[in-house]
T-cell receptor, first 113, second 109 residues
Framework: DAGVTQSPTHLIKTRGQQVTLRCSPI?????VSWYQQVLGQGPQFIFQ???????GRGNFPDRFSARQFPNYSSELNVNALLLGDSALYLC????????????FGNGTRLTVT | KNEVEQSPQNLTAQEGEFITINCSYS?????LHWLQQHPGGGIVSLFMLSSGKKKHGRLIATINIQEKHSSLHITASHPRDSAVYIC???????????FGKGTKLSVKP
């Protein structure tokens, strides 16, 4: 069975541009969460979606948005990119929105120049 | 003060040594995760626990809810255990995982 897949794996963007990152959860998993990991730091929670509804949002500006599709895949959008948005963006899926084990993708490494 | 503190930040061990990584947290939680992150960036979930102790192979995780403390132990460490180990706590139904900064472990042959 396929694990959590994220695309693209690497991305280079210019300040002010917009980016869309994609995540496909493990089959049967209804919850997807997104995390930002800046180099040398632990991940920071951005969003959680469950059954296509936003269930949680971290302390990130409105430039960050996400959605979950009927097939439970998810997209993370970041508008008006800043240099500080350069990071590894991780997606994790779980069976439900509660205390379920998390399965992480390999991440998308975003570089903003 | 961070809500999740890990110690040590860096750890170098010789192959075969017993290793302990500690995690303390200051918030109420419903579960605690131990994660392993290799240099490529991918994260593997090692344990999710809300009480007591769990064991998987050479890895043991314990949690003391009253003391708000968890430990990850690695017995008979091996160079392939070299990675960053991250503690993360799950606060409640809103999916908010709070992560520690990680412990970078290097096991020398």
């Amino acid at each position: 069975d396929a694990g959590v897949t994220q695309s693209p794996t690497h991305l280079i963007k210019t300040r002010g541009q917009q980016v869309t990152l994609r995540c496909s959860p493990i089959s049967g998993h209804k919850s997807v969460s997104w995390y930002q990991q800046v180099l040398g730091q632990g991940p920071q929670f951005i969003f959680q979606y469950y059954e296509k509804e936003e269930r949680g949002r971290g302390n990130f500006p409105d430039r960050f948005s996400a959605r979950q599709f009927p097939n439970y895949s998810s997209e993370l959008n970041v508008n008006a990119l800043l240099l500080g948005d350069s990071a590894l963006y991780l997606c994790a899926s779980s069976l439900n929105s509660g205390n379920s084990p998390l399965h992480f993708g390999n991440g998308t490494r975003l570089t903003v120049t | 003060k961070n809500e999740v503190e890990q110690s040590p930040q860096n750890l170098t061990a010789q192959e075969g040594e017993f290793i302990t990584i500690n995690c303390s947290y200051s918030v109420g939680i419903s579960a605690l995760h131990w994660l392993q992150q290799h240099p490529g960036g991918g994260i593997v979930s090692l344990f999710m626990l809300s009480s007591g102790k769990k064991k998987h192979g050479r890895l043991i995780a314990t949690i003391n809810i009253q003391e708000k403390h968890s430990s990850l132990h690695i017995t008979a460490s091996h160079p392939r255990d070299s990675a960053v180990y991250i503690c993360a706590v799950y606060q409640g139904s809103q999916g908010n995982l709070i992560f520690g900064k990680g412990t970078k472990l290097s096991v020398k042959p």
